[in-house]
Every structure is written in structure tokens, then in C-alpha cells.
């Protein structure tokens, strides 16, 4: 479900309360997380106010509109405060006419709403959380239900274009020809590889398949006659996770050293002596993490930017400097296996905003820990972060049919 605003004005955030009623009221914080910021803001005057509200029936002593970015997302907050609680209600319930929480909610004598272009219940959930109108949970449980295609090699760079061409066939009957035209920049095949589901992940799949094959941390599963859309082999996952704040999990350990693939090339002298410069005085694992996390914070060395869902290749990213996920996570394992570190990557869905690429290194103990290097590290591997895909060795074709629903059971 996508919104805009009913009153169709621009936004600020510079929150005005009225000194009888600041107490009792819920306030934006004096920061925000790592990821939130604001980029617009504007206070109503008192002829905007008064006009406004008329419109909703009640009266209002504070308005302030805002322009927040949410981990890449755009999102546009009205920020409205009434002079007593039955001036709020009426102000809610005019705004809920329009769209009920988590669009439009109200804490004492503040409403707030949020909309926007493409802003759907994800965002908006996530908005609340991000900016203290609703308490961050601890844990989420999740459902997603995705179409995914039975890859086995892609042409990375082709394959957003694909997943965008697949999803449209319906509303576009053009977009076959798109589909026909990228079909040869794959090879399908009958089974899918998923991160193996722990304690709080369960898959479920329309075909079910025939066979599991543990592949340690992953799991391949295979299918015998799965359908097809314009010649793609698919399947249904039904999936449910139950996420929480990261530590590290516990895993056998290998003591070889990360081998260099196609994809990570550690073993190049350049990349081998970048790594090392880069971690200078760096001697535990977690020390030599924290460099390389810190040496691709966006706005540094590297930009955030590009088409989406690029994967270039750690040289051509490393030489034009800017990339998005998946390459800051190709750069972020390269260089960490470059000096010995154990790294890997993980995909799946960072919710409320589409998919993702992270990674995980090996501690000093052994155990492997998330770390998304697409923020530097900055954005902890939280609730937002549903991880169903992984590879220890760069190859992780993802082709969506049907783009992933994601919906919030649970919080705690």
C-alpha cells in the first residue's frame, strides 16, 4: 500500500510545543540512529495552521513538516500538536480517515503522519521505531513470501533489470520482450541455496522439494518439476524469521586460510597491500574489522552510488570509488580474507527498504559476526536485517519473480 499526503504540503521537522502542553507530550529525540536524518524541514506559520485546521476540525498550536531519510528511503513526517486531548482526537481522527497506524498515529496531544511517494506500512513501522514515536523492539518476528528463480550463473549485472522485468509481466505485456532479451544472461537450474535455518528461521516451499543437501552453512535444496515463467524456473518460499539485536552464532571452524575466488580476489599483491595499509597496527581480527569497516564508511574513500544493484568487481570499485551493497561488501571480504580474516557474505531483505547484501567475519573465538559494510559499520546487523541467502565463495545469483512481501507479526 503506497500513500501521499491528503494535504499535499512540503515538510520540516523543527517540533514546536506549547509550554502548557510540553510535558505531556511525546518529543522527536536530539539525535537519531545511525542511517536517519533529516534533509527538508519548514514550521507552519499561524495562517497555515489555521487553515489546515479547519480542514481536520480541530485546532492545532504547533505544525511542523519534515523530510526524513530512512536508511536510503525518502519519508515525509507532519508533525501536528493540539492545544488539549479533545482538539488531538479530533485532529486523529480527521488524518485516520485518510490511513490508520502505522500512517497515522498519535501519542498525548501530537499526531503524527507520515507519507509520501511510495511510502508503504514498512517504512512507516520503521519510521516510528527510527525516530522514538514507537519503542525500537528488541525482536521481530517475520513472514515474507517471495517467487524466486532456480539460478545456477548470472550476469550480475543484468540480473535488478531481470527481477524488475519479471515483476512488471503482469501490468506490462512488453516487458516479455525484456525478459526474452535477458533470458541467455543465465543458466536456470532446479534447486535453491538458503542459509541454513536456525532456531528461528522456517522455510516453506510451493513445489516442495525432493531433496536437502547440507552444505554446512547453506542448504541446497532441489526440485523436480518446478514451474516456470517465460522459461525460468521458480519456486515459492514461505518463510518465517524471528530477528534480534546480532552478537556472533557459534559454527565449526575451518583452519585453512580464506581462499581466493573469482569474485574476491585476496590474493592480488594490490589488494594484499591496501588490506595491509589500510589495518597498519591492527593485530586481532576485531581490530583489523573495525579499519576496513571504518576505511569504507560512505563519503570516504568509497561514494554510495551507481545503479541498483550493481556488482562491479572489487578492482573496477576500488579504481572508480563508488559502488552500492553488493560492492562495498565484495571490497569489505576481499580485503578482510586479504589479511586472513575469515569473511563471507550474507543477502536477504534489510526491511522497510529492499535487498541486501552484508557480511560476516570469524572473531578471535571463532564464532562468526555480522557486520554490514555498506554503512562502514556504522548500521548494526539488527531487526532490520532478515539474512536467507549466503556464500563463502561470491557466487549468489538472486533473481526475485515476485519481490519479496514482508510483513511484521511480532514485536517484542
Known amino acids: 500500500m503506497k500513500h501521499t499526503a491528503p494535504l499535499g504540503f512540503l515538510l520540516g521537522i523543527a517540533l514546536l510545543v506549547s509550554p502548557a502542553s510540553a510535558e505531556k507530550n511525546w518529543t522527536l529525540p536530539s539525535t537519531f540512529p545511525a542511517g536517519t536524518y533529516i534533509q527538508e524541514l519548514r514550521e507552519v506559520d499561524a495562517s497555515g495552521r489555521r487553515a489546515i485546521g479547519a480542514k481536520l476540525g480541530g485546532d492545532i498550536v504547533a505544525l511542523t513538516n519534515a523530510v526524513f531519510s530512512v536508511q536510503g528511503r525518502r519519508i515525509q513526517v507532519n508533525i501536528l500538536t493540539a492545544p488539549d486531548e479533545e482538539n488531538a482526537e479530533a485532529l486523529y481522527r480527521a488524518l485516520s480517515s485518510f490511513h490508520t497506524e502505522p500512517f497515522c498515529v498519535q501519542r498525548d496531544l501530537v499526531v503524527v503522519e507520515f507519507t509520501g511517494r511510495g511510502v508503504d506500512e514498512a517504512l512507516a513501522r520503521k519510521a516510528s521505531f527510527e525516530l522514538g514515536l514507537v519503542p525500537k ?35 506490462d505485456p512488453s516487458a516479455r520482450h525484456t525478459v526474452a532479451a535477458l533470458r541467455n544472461e543465465l543458466r536456470c537450474g532446479r534447486s535453491l541455496r538458503l542459509r541454513k535455518p536456525d532456531g528461528g528461521t522456517t522455510y ?65 599483491p594490490e589488494l594484499r597491500s591496501l588490506a ?80 541486501h547484501i552484508w557480511a560476516e567475519y570469524q572473531t578471535t573465538e571463532g564464532r562468526w559476526r555480522e557486520v554490514d559494510a555498506t554503512g562502514g559499520g556504522i548500521l548494526p546487523c539488527g531487526i532490520y536485517h532478515i539474512p536467507y541467502f549466503e556464500t563463502d565463495d561470491g557466487a549468489m545469483p538472486i533473481v526475485y519473480v515476485e519481490l519479496p512481501s514482508v510483513r511484521i507479526l511480532s514485536d517484542d
Not at 316 to 336: E, Y
Open 137 to 171: 523492539p528488541s525482536e521481530v518476528e517475520y513472514s515474507l513470501v517471495a517467487r524466486i528463480a532456480l539460478v545456477d550463473s548470472l550476469n550480475y549485472g543484468k540480473a535488478q533489470e531481470l527481477t524488475e522485468a519479471l515483476g512488471s509481466l503482469e501490468v
Open 204 to 268: 516453506r516451499f510451493d513445489p516442495s522439494p525432493i531433496e536437502i543437501v547440507d552444505h554446512g552453512s547453506v542448504w541446497e535444496y532441489r526440485f523436480r518439476d518446478p514451474p516456470q515463467v517465460e522459461g525460468i524456473s521458480f519456486v515459492r518460499l514461505r518463510a518465517q524469521f524471528r530477528i534480534g539485536e546480532r552478537t556472533s552464532r557459534a559454527e565449526e571452524v575451518s583452519t585453512a586460510p580464506p581462499e581466493p575466488t573469482p569474485y574476491w580476489p585476496s590474493d592480488d
Open 276 to 355: 595491509a595499509t589500510i589495518t597498519s597496527g591492527a593485530q586481532d581480527p576485531e581490530e583489523k574489522v573495525a579499519a576496513l569497516l571504518q576505511w569504507l564508511a560512505p563519503g570516504g574513500n568509497l561514494r554510495y552510488s551507481g545503479p541498483i544493484g550493481s556488482r562491479w568487481g572489487v578492482k573496477r570499485v576500488l579504481n572508480q570509488r563508488f559502488g552500492r551493497c553488493w560492492d562495498f561488501a565484495d571490497c569489505f571480504v576481499t580485503l578482510a580474507r586479504a589479511l586472513g580474516v575469515p569473511a563471507r557474505q550474507v543477502g536477504g531483505w534489510l526491511f522497510g527498504s529492499g535487498g
